[in-house]
């Protein structure tokens, strides 16, 4: 599953995407998919869901960094991008 945070009432977008997003990237692939039987099969992401209050801007932004710099394909563009967003 994905872990989302539920931002506060009436905010656009109404989540924000914490960790998967690979996995969202794909899923969203799938919804494209021209087989009917594999879309129905993914109609709904699973999901973790905190809420706004439970997980501050800043945490989230230190999440976010931590999952990304994880990644075996990461540049050293998106690396600097990562320390440069936690300043």
Partial sequence: PVLVRRNAPGASPAYTLV???R???AF????GHEDAAVRSRHAAIPAFVVEHHELSDAKLAVLTAEENAQRAELTAWELARN?????
């Fill in 19 to 21: 960790f998967g997003e």
């Fill in 23 to 25: 996995r969202f990237r």
């Fill in 28 to 31: 969203g692939r799938l919804q």
């Fill in 83 to 87: 320390v440069v967003d936690l300043k």
